[in-house]
């Protein structure tokens, strides 16, 4: 088992690079076998969800070709099978999007019915509701969502009754291959539901409305091959902003898009942080303590659930107290007991923490209970003084690429190690 060692307390200055966005590549890298030919995808995060994503899609009988670390060619002639080993869906849930892929393009699909994940019970009813309205035949045998179309898939009106990420791709990937129009009402609009939506089109979809609440697909019965780059990752790079901010460091944020990362900007700023925005970057410089802000998590263009731990780490620095609302999942408060290790001062009460800010955290050995927890701890562990050691970064691994290596390269006295022996030898290293 790994483990980050970090000795806090310095401010993070410099520049960081942000890779593609982990979110998008999980449901493109899907959809790049809904057409026979070859699909060139770049800007691929290597991070452990996109190479578990990546075995899937190989053991169903496609062709996985790395061409580098952030590129890769898929070709899907060759799928034998249409159904997804419980394996993958037990380490990513987002194998599911295979299941939107698959019955889009073989109108049959069979994906393991993921369980819950630690931050909430994670029902996902309404893409099996979309499935259904699109003509799809759904059961649940065996542990599995076994969707199928004998008579092909027809498009229909579909209103989802609360905004979902998953369900809006998956449904969106289904409804490309299936005969006439789909409306999809109450859509997400996350930019990487976009993503998706313009990767499909460049491989012949017609799908007009992403990004807006109202998505409409006229079906088309074969796609071609594309070449794709994936967009930013706007929580690599919020959780980098948050980073700054927690260590009072000056940051540039680069190969960003900074229209994504309003709600986060427009957070910093009202706690007193100064935020620069370029074309393709953005600099966050924060030398003095922030004050106190109130935040409530809400689908995009509202502020992201998955950057809820990492600004709660910095407002439990800020002078005040601010209140957090958790409105998407209802367990992602589990960093706060570990937080407390660090000398914080909060208090949960429901989907609601209350964050009295304090002046300054102590290191302690804490475990990321999720992936964007860990990060947040992992920034709690830089901005505090002494060594912080983070178990667990298996979870940190599956969606930050070269975490300890970027955060090292502003400066952060960070390493991974994987005995107590290293951990000693980091402590007397850094003194
Ligand atoms: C995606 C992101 C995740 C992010 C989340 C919210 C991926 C791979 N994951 O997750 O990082 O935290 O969006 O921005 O892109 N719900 C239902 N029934 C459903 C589907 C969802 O009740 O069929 C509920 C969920 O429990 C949750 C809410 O809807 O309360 C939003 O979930 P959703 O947007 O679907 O999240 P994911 O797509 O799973």
């Not at 970064?393 to 969606?399: A, S």
């Amino acid at each position: 088992m790994e483990q980050y060692v970090i000795k806090g307390g310095n401010p993070l200055v410099g520049e960081v690079e942000i890779g593609g966005a982990k979110n998008s590549a999980l449901a493109i890298l899907s959809a790049a076998v809904m057409t026979d030919e070859t699909v060139y995808i770049d800007n691929l995060p290597d991070v452990r969800d996109i190479n578990v994503l990546l075995e899937a899609i190989q053991k169903i009988g496609a062709v996985v070709e790395r061409i580098d670390r952030h590129s890769v060619k898929i070709n899907g002639s060759t799928i034998g099978d249409i159904s997804v080993d419980y394996e993958f869906i037990k380490k990513i849930r987002a194998s599911y999007y295979l299941l939107g892929a698959l019955l889009g393009k073989y109108k049959k699909a069979e994906v393991p019915l993921p369980g819950g994940c630690n931050i909430g019970s994670r029902p996902i009813d309404l893409h099996l509701k979309g499935f259904r309205a699109l003509g799809a035949r759904v059961d649940i045998r065996g542990g599995s969502i076994c969707a199928n179309a004998e008579n092909g898939l027809v498009g229909k009106h579909i209103y989802l009754d609360m905004v979902s990420v998953g369900a809006t791709i998956n449904i969106m990937m289904a409804a490309c291959m299936a005969s006439g129009y789909t409306i999809l009402e109450n859509a997400a609009r996350e930019p990487h539901v976009v993503d998706i939506a313009n990767f499909l089109n460049s491989m012949g979809a017609n799908i007009k409305g992403a990004g807006t609440d109202v998505i409409r697909i006229r079906g088309v019965e074969k796609l071609h091959a594309t070449h794709y780059s994936i967009v930013p990752d706007m929580i690599e790079a919020g959780t980098y902003m948050m980073a700054a901010a927690a260590t009072k460091g000056d940051v540039l944020i680069k190969n960003v898009i900074p229209k994504h990362l309003e709600a986060t900007t427009a957070k910093l700023l009202e706690m007193g942080c100064e935020v620069q925005e370029f074309d393709d970057a953005i600099r966050v410089i924060a030398n003095k303590r922030l004050r106190r802000t109130h935040i409530k998590t809400l689908p995009y263009p509202g502020y992201p659930t998955d950057m809820q731990p990492q600004i709660a780490v910095v407002l439990a620095l800020a002078s005040g107290t601010s209140v957090v609302t958790e409105s998407i999942f209802e367990n992602r408060f589990k960093y706060v007991d570990e937080l407390a290790r660090m000398g914080s001062c909060i208090k949960v009460e429901g989907n609601t923490a209350i964050i009295d800010g304090v002046e300054g955290f102590t290191g302690a050995r804490v475990s990321a209970p999720d992936l964007r927890a860990g990060a947040a701890l992992v920034i709690a562990g830089l901005a505090a003084e002494g060594i912080t050691v983070v178990d667990d970064i298996v979870y940190i691994q599956r969606g930050y690429e070269d975490f300890e290596v970027k955060l090292a390269g502003l400066g952060a006295e960070i390493e991974k190690v994987s005995s107590e022996k290293e951990i000693q030898k980091f402590k007397l290293r850094v003194g």
